[in-house]
């Protein structure tokens, strides 16, 4: 049962952490479960997927994009995403803020970076994003609002490794924080953890979790 599961993953996470139910692939009714314990933050990686389960699902739900984002896609989602976890490239970000303009909205992002051993895994180095946060094409974004960074840490089940990918992030967050978002009380998050890392990554720092199968499978 959803529920079970549910209510088995919260008992596990702090009452500060913010948990995002991981819900691609799942069907309305299963998710539908989920948002009558209680559950109100869901996450999907997929835009057609996510714009037909906004439309079916009620509207209290705060919806998340956790999933490598395509520019021509951002108009689809524009209108009513809570959270975009997923910004790894300026072009993407200024995409995000014309669209958030057109619906008279500041949608709120996260800078993705890459963390983990896998070369396939998307996201920014700590290069490329002090690069685009020093640029004034950056600073022209008046309807986007960075609140943090995300990783993904390797696919491996060497807690170590995992461990050490979730301190690399903590410290990138931490070096932002210090060097552009100071004053920004709002730059507060860092997404980290899923389904099998997800106590690892709150003893190391994350703010939000990303789980997915532990609940629904
Ligand atoms: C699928 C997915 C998750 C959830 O993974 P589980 O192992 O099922 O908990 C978390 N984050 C991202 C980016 C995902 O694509």
């Given amino acids: 049962m959803v529920k079970d599961k549910l209510a088995f993953i919260q008992n596990q996470i702090p009452g500060t952490v913010t948990l995002v ?12 479960d989920a948002y ?5 933050v869901f996450g999907e990686n997929k835009v057609q997927e996510l714009a037909d389960k906004y439309t079916l699902l009620p509207k209290d ?7 490598h ?8 989602i524009a209108p009513f995403v809570t959270l975009i976890h ?4 300026l072009k993407l970000l200024q995409e995000i803020n014309k669209q958030a303009l057109n619906n008279e909205r500041i949608i709120d992002c996260l800078l993705q970076f ?8 998307f996201g920014l180095s ?23 960074i995300m990783g993904m840490a390797s696919f491996t089940s060497d807690s170590n490794q995992v461990r050490g990918e979730f301190k690399t ?26 389904s099998g890392d997800f106590q690892l990554a709150i003893e190391e720092g994350s703010t939000i979790v990303r789980v997915g199968s532990s609940i629904f499978n």
């Fill in 69 to 76: 984002l395509q520019t021509n896609k951002v108009k689809y």
């Fill in 21 to 32: 139910a991981v819900s691609k692939t799942q069907t309305v009714s299963a998710i539908q």
């Fill in 114 to 121: 890459h963390i983990a051993q896998e070369e396939t895994k």
């Fill in 86 to 89: 997923s910004v790894d490239s």
């Fill in 169 to 194: 992030l903590k410290s990138i967050y931490d070096q932002l924080k210090s060097d552009y978002f100071s004053a920004e009380n709002s730059f507060k998050e860092i997404s980290m953890g899923m």
């Fill in 61 to 67: 739900i705060k919806w998340h994009v956790i999933g």
């Fill in 126 to 148: 700590i290069e490329e994003a002090q690069e685009f946060l020093d640029s004034i094409d950056f600073a022209l974004l008046k309807n986007v609002r960075i609140v943090g």
């Fill in 36 to 40: 009558d314990f209680g559950q109100r």
